[in-house]
């Protein structure tokens, strides 16, 4: 409803702009049959005639051919039909023409004024009408193939924002379902940083709520979140896990997807420290080098592992999202080794500056 209410409401100055892109372009159809009586006769009004019995035909030609042969027969695919009612609106409009300039002739051989043979040279009458109709044609064609393509590419657009939007919803959930497991072993244990560990996931939430939306948000609120999730599971593993993280940029302006890189340090604590019965480790690097982004997430990969009765959600959803957002411009490698499990993506930067 929104768009036809939008389209309403520009309608008066599109109406506008399309009479007066109509207008231009007859006025230079117009000169155009003017100036080639011109050149061989002097103005008067027998040349302003010749000219406008042109201009009459080729308006009644275009508009026959693209407001009704076009939308009515072409646009259904019927080939065949509109080139025969094409070929005829142009050979009855062409004859109409050659009868009022022949009509025009008699009247100039009555008033005994100097007849120019260009006004009786059917060749050149009918070059000079269907020249003017092929360009207003040509045109129309154009229009519409720009008008589809257009169309097309909103519509693609359109249903890649929503396929977005699908995997943020499913991102979300499983994001939370992780984090609300930490707060409970910590309420069962009642340990005295349960309100700090609520205050974290308030900031989470805060997060997902209000920043997940925007199609790219500052990497610095990415690195705080990372921050809280990583302290969250640190208190939920006590001293099973050895994690080291870093970061390393040279501009503030960096601004990245939301929830691109946290499902990945989920899956290193999901796979190696909640399966491995020993002391585990999990490295993560997040650095700046040139034009792109390089990110690490390495695991360690314990011998006695519990079997997980959940699958990779959340990384499924990064890489689908991955592949929408930045098509061949990414690398992602993700390797098995015999110890650990490795993770590197790289991803373009995208800055933003302060003016934006």
Same mark, same amino acid.
């Given at each position: 409803?929104?768009?036809?209410?939008?389209?309403?409401?520009?309608?008066?100055?599109?109406?506008?702009?399309?009479?007066?892109?109509?207008?231009?372009?007859?006025?230079?159809?117009?000169?155009?049959?003017?100036?080639?009586?011109?050149?061989?006769?002097?103005?008067?009004?027998?040349?302003?005639?010749?000219?406008?019995?042109?201009?009459?035909?080729?308006?009644?030609?275009?508009?026959?051919?693209?407001?009704?042969?076009?939308?009515?027969?072409?646009?259904?695919?019927?080939?065949?039909?509109?080139?025969?009612?094409?070929?005829?609106?142009?050979?009855?409009?062409?004859?109409?023409?050659?009868?009022?300039?022949?009509?025009?002739?008699?009247?100039?051989?009555?008033?005994?004024?100097?007849?120019?043979?260009?006004?009786?040279?059917?060749?050149?009458?009918?070059?000079?009408?269907?020249?003017?109709?092929?360009?207003?044609?040509?045109?129309?064609?154009?229009?519409?193939?720009?008008?589809?393509?257009?169309?097309?590419?909103?519509?693609?657009?359109?249903?890649?924002?929503?396929?977005?939007?699908?995997?943020?919803?499913?991102?979300?959930?499983?994001?939370?379902?992780?984090?609300?497991?930490?707060?409970?072993?910590?309420?069962?244990?009642?340990?005295?940083?349960?309100?700090?560990? &609520?205050? =974290?996931?308030?900031?989470? %939430?805060?997060?997902?709520? +209000? /920043?997940? !939306?925007?199609?790219?948000?500052?990497? $610095?609120?990415?690195?705080?979140?990372?921050?809280?999730?990583?302290?969250?599971?640190?208190?939920?593993?006590?001293?099973?896990?050895?994690?080291?993280?870093?970061?390393?940029?040279?501009?503030?302006?960096?601004?990245?997807?939301?929830?691109?890189?946290?499902?990945?340090?989920?899956?290193?604590?999901?796979?190696?420290?909640?399966?491995?019965?020993?002391?585990?480790?999990?490295?993560?690097?997040?650095?700046?080098?040139?034009?792109?982004?390089?990110?690490?997430?390495?695991?360690?990969?314990?011998?006695?592992?519990?079997?997980?009765?959940?699958?990779?959600?959340?990384?499924?959803? &990064?890489? =689908?999202?991955?592949?929408? %957002?930045?098509?061949?411009? +990414? /690398?992602? !490698?993700?390797?098995?080794?015999?110890? $650990?499990?490795?993770?590197?993506?790289?991803?373009?930067?995208?800055?933003?500056?302060?003016?934006?």
């Amino acid at each position: 409803m929104q768009i036809f209410d939008s389209k309403k409401m520009n309608m008066p100055l599109n109406k506008t702009v399309r009479i007066s892109v109509h207008f231009l372009f007859w006025l230079c159809a117009w000169f155009f049959f003017f100036f080639y009586y011109k050149r061989y006769s002097e103005v008067n009004a027998y040349t302003l005639a010749a000219s406008i019995i042109n201009l009459a035909a080729a308006i009644a030609t275009v508009y026959t051919i693209n407001y009704y042969l076009i939308p009515k027969i072409l646009l259904k695919n019927e080939w065949k039909k509109f080139i025969a009612y094409a070929f005829v609106a142009i050979v009855l409009f062409f004859y109409i023409e050659l009868l009022l300039t022949l009509f025009l002739v008699v009247k100039l051989l009555d008033d005994e004024q100097r007849l120019f043979p260009e006004m009786i040279d059917v060749v050149m009458l009918f070059f000079n009408m269907f020249f003017v109709v092929f360009i207003a044609i040509a045109i129309k064609f154009y229009k519409r193939w720009s008008e589809k393509d257009y169309l097309e590419q909103k519509v693609q657009k359109e249903k890649v924002e929503v396929e977005l939007q699908m995997l943020k919803t499913q991102i979300n959930p499983h994001f939370l379902f992780n984090t609300l497991n930490s707060i409970y072993v910590l309420a069962m244990k009642k340990s005295d940083q349960t309100a700090d560990t &609520v205050m =974290k996931l308030s900031d989470m %939430l805060d997060y997902i709520l +209000y /920043k997940i !939306d925007a199609p790219m948000i500052p990497v $610095s609120a990415e690195i705080q979140i990372i921050e809280n999730f990583i302290a969250l599971e640190k208190i939920r593993f006590t001293n099973r896990v050895n994690l080291i993280f870093s970061s390393e940029f040279k501009s503030k302006d960096i601004q990245i997807p939301p929830m691109l890189i946290i499902p990945f340090i989920e899956n290193a604590f999901k796979h190696g420290v909640a399966k491995s019965m020993g002391k585990s480790w999990i490295k993560v690097s997040i650095q700046e080098t040139g034009q792109m982004m390089n990110i690490a997430v390495s695991n360690s990969k314990g011998q006695n592992q519990l079997k997980s009765e959940t699958g990779g959600i959340g990384l499924e959803n &990064v890489k =689908k999202r991955l592949e929408i %957002l930045y098509h061949d411009s +990414y /690398k992602l !490698d993700i390797a098995e080794k015999i110890n $650990s499990y490795e993770v590197l993506l790289s991803i373009p930067i995208n800055q933003q500056t302060q003016n934006d």
